[in-house]
C-alpha cells in the first residue's frame, strides 16, 4: 500500500496550489480519502473529506470555500486544490486513506506560504 502526495511548494499570501496524492495497493474506489495538515508544534488536523464515490465533501471550517478535494477513481487519485492561501495554511499536507480498520498515510508534502 502506497500514498504519494505532490504538488506542494512555496508560495505567496493569495495564490494557490494543487496538491495530488495518487494511491496504489488498494481498491481506492472503495475508500474514503481525506488530507490532514500539521503545522510545527501543533496537532494534525483534519482539512478535508471526500466519500468513496465522491458525492460527498466536507470541509474544516478554517478552509471552507478557499479549499475543494476532489477525486478520480480511473486514475486512483485525490486532489486538494488550495486558493486564497494564507500564512496559517503553512504545514506539512497529508493524504489519508480509510475504510474499516484500514488507515493508510501518505509521507506528506510542504506547503509554506509566505512573501
Known amino acids: 500500500v502506497q500514498l504519494v502526495e505532490s504538488g506542494g511548494g512555496l508560495v505567496q499570501p493569495g495564490g494557490s496550489l494543487r496538491l495530488s496524492c495518487v494511491a496504489s495497493g488498494f481498491t481506492f474506489s472503495n475508500y474514503e480519502m481525506k488530507w490532514y495538515r500539521q503545522a510545527p508544534g501543533k496537532e494534525r488536523e483534519s482539512v478535508a473529506r471526500?466519500?468513496?464515490?465522491?458525492?460527498?465533501?466536507s470541509y474544516a471550517d478554517s478552509v471552507k470555500g478557499r479549499f475543494t478535494i476532489s477525486r478520480d477513481n480511473a486514475q486512483d487519485t485525490v486532489f486538494l486544490q488550495m486558493n486564497s492561501l494564507k500564512p496559517e495554511d503553512t504545514a506539512v499536507y497529508y493524504c489519508?486513506?480509510?475504510?474499516?480498520?484500514?488507515?493508510?498515510w501518505g509521507q506528506g508534502t510542504q506547503v509554506t506560504v509566505s512573501s
Open positions: 471526500i466519500s468513496s464515490r465522491g458525492h460527498s465533501t
Open positions: 489519508n486513506a480509510r475504510r474499516g480498520s484500514d488507515d493508510y
